[in-house]
């Protein structure tokens, strides 16, 4: 208990008897946490989504962290904001706004001409055209989704990924693989800021460092800052079963929701297994997944075809499981 109450005296640098979120960012830079901090990280930054920390319950947690076999990713979750079976809207509640009538556009989406130009741009003339080919042979087109009964899930769409440490990992490369994601998150804030406050929205965040865990910059001037996301440190979003993903999914058709938009990072990673599982899970006739390839983003190189593949790119082979898994994979999604 005691390294536990050290632990906690050097983070609540206000001396106040309480660990904001706030507090434990700034202190987790000072004191450098990185890699081997990131999982801790992660799980006081969830606790402290909506209010702070006292000591009592911080070393409570931690030592149900220590006797829990899954640590972190135990029980201790529970502690967290996610509470059993419900929505949590997404700036202002859904039901203390006005939703448009149907027959209104309120997302058009942004297409895929900015991330097949962008190739054009970044990759050689010769393999510059994969994705559009892939398009065609997947035959992916447009979809639309009535607002009132449509969810948005963001897979990680974190700063790590665009500025931080996934990215500084690539080495000299790193800004170039990067190019389609950062489309993809600035895609993510456009449509955010149409549809945030109007529709249930949640994400997910795996767990980076203080300074690559934050949301990317495109999202932060739109979030709520106590904006609530399931804590993910594999693949799978339903990995811990703790993290509260499974019950959120079982409130959408509960709650009227008939469809589950999904974008973010990585598409051939991340969402590609998270959107199979979440497809697998419930039904088609409660729940229909839908994966917006305009909001989601991957490596380049994963755009090209590449012979460990079949000859055709990793997102083609991404693009293809999620389709024969059942999940509409859409080339854009319009929101009415």
Avoid at 79 to 89: N, S, V
Avoid at 179 to 201: K, S
Wanted: charged share 20%.
């Amino acid at each position: 208990m005691s390294e536990f109450i050290e632990l906690f005296e050097a983070l609540d640098k206000d001396r106040n008897g309480k660990l904001t979120r706030e507090n434990l960012f700034h202190a987790a830079i000072e004191l450098g946490w990185q890699g081997p901090q990131a999982h801790l990280y992660a799980l006081l930054d969830y606790l402290t989504i909506r209010s702070a920390l006292d000591q009592e319950s911080f070393v409570a947690c931690l030592e149900e962290v220590n006797s829990d076999p899954q640590g972190v990713y135990g029980q201790v979750l529970r502690r967290g904001p996610l509470g059993a079976k419900q929505l949590y809207g997404g700036g202002q509640s859904r039901n203390e706004v006005e939703l448009p009538p149907d027959e209104e556009v309120l997302w058009a989406g942004t297409g895929l001409a900015g991330t097949a130009g962008l190739l054009q741009e970044i990759v050689s003339s010769e393999r510059a055209g994969d994705y559009d080919e892939a398009l065609q042979r997947s035959a992916v087109g447009g979809y639309c989704v009535c607002s009132s009964e449509t969810a948005l899930l963001l897979i990680d769409p974190q700063r790590s990924f665009t500025a931080g440490d996934w990215l500084w990992r690539l080495g000299p490369i790193g800004d170039m693989e990067a190019m389609p994601i950062r489309l993809a998150f600035d895609n993510c804030a456009r449509l955010l800021d149409a549809v945030y406050g109007r529709v249930e929205t949640m994400f997910s965040r795996c767990p980076f460092g203080p300074e690559s865990y934050p949301w990317d910059e495109a999202l932060v001037p739109i979030l709520d800052n106590d904006q609530p996301y399931f804590l993910k440190p594999s693949n799978n979003l339903f990995m811990p079963e703790s993290n509260g993903y499974g019950e959120w999914l079982e409130a959408l058709p509960e709650n009227g929701i008939r469809t589950l938009v999904m974008g973010g990072c990585t598409l051939n990673s991340c969402l590609r297994v998270s959107a199979v599982a979440t497809r697998n899970k419930i039904p088609s006739e409660k729940l229909q997944v839908v994966v917006d390839l305009s909001l989601c983003g991957a490596r380049t190189t994963n755009y090209l075809n590449a012979e460990q593949f079949g000859g055709i790119s990793p997102v083609e082979a991404a693009m293809r499981e999620m389709a024969e898994s059942g999940v509409v994979v859409s080339e854009q999604v319009t929101w009415r």
